[in-house]
Structure formats: C-alpha cells, structure tokens
C-alpha cells in the first residue's frame, strides 16, 4: 500500500452503536480523525475497483504523520475534484456530481470554500452533505435554497446509500460546522 495515494474520505460513524463483537487491536483498526458528531475523515486507496482504508500501522510503517496524511489525503481528493467533479447550478444551490464516493468529502478542500467559489455565496456557505455522493451548497442568507437544501437531505435519508449526515453545515472562520439551526 502506498500511502502517498491516499485519498481523505468521509464517512458516518455512530457512537456506542452496538457492542463490539470482535477486540481489534488498535494497529490494525483504520485511521480516522473526527469532523463532526456523526462523520469522521478516514483515508482511502483507490485500488481500481474497491478501495482499501489506511489503518493506524500504516502511518507507522510509512513513517507518516497524521498531519502529513491529511495533507496527501486533501491534496489527493483535490485532484480528483478537478479531473472528475464537476459543478452545476440549480436555483441558486451549487450541486457537485461526478464521481459518486466522494462529493461530500470535498467540503475539506480549502481553497475551494477559500478561494473558489465565494462568488457564488458572497454571506457565507450553508451545505448539505446526506450521502457520501451527495454535495450541495448554498449561500447562508438564502432561506429559499436552505429549505431546497432540507428536501435533498428529506429525499436521500433514510433510503439513501452510503448516509452521512441530516445536519446542515456552515462554514465559519476557516471551517465547517454543525449548523444548529438557520
């Protein structure tokens, strides 16, 4: 496994659900950082046609520090944001589609929020993120795409594959965030 191709990765946890059936040790257990209450940001390699996720002995192995792993992880979903995302708009809800893993994961590109697409929602970013393929955004003084944001996440949850979250999230001083209520 090269780690170098690792690709940052959201996925749903659910704390305390159930009780373990099997002890693994911690090495062999996946790496994983937390986003919010509900997602966590595990690592991938993209093996063709399925995905192994990096394990905590594989930092080790590789001599690679949680720091370093984010930033190859990041710099690596960006790249397939580029050759494979693309961005539509319907109303004013920016809507990424393409790759179908990885859409939601791209709310941890930076400059894309930072640089990219502030135009779009000049008073800040509010986005929805159901399902691991399911990426939309919307300007946060917009209450109409708001509540088009909430359809989405009515119409993905529960049926939906591969669920993420039913939180909206906003993006303040550099970060995304549990948005409470808007």
Known sequence: MDIKKAIAYFKQIIPGEGPLIVDIPDDDQPFCLPFSEDISIFFLIDNGDNYTLVQNR??????ISPAQLFEIG???LDNIRENEIEVSKHNETLIFSGNGNLEA????IPELW???????CP???V????ARDVLAVCDRNDSE???ELREIIERVWPGGDHLLSKTLFV??????TPSGEI
Do not use: H, K, T, V
């Open 145 to 147: 795409s708001i509540s």
């Open 58 to 63: 594989d930092l080790e192995r590789q001599n």
């Open 105 to 108: 994961s791209l709310l941890l």
């Open 123 to 125: 008073n800040g970013y």
């Open 127 to 130: 986005a929805a993120i159901p």
């Open 171 to 176: 993006r303040e001083n550099g970060r995304w």
């Open 114 to 120: 930072d640089i990219g697409l502030e135009s779009f």
């Open 74 to 76: 990041i710099n690596n």
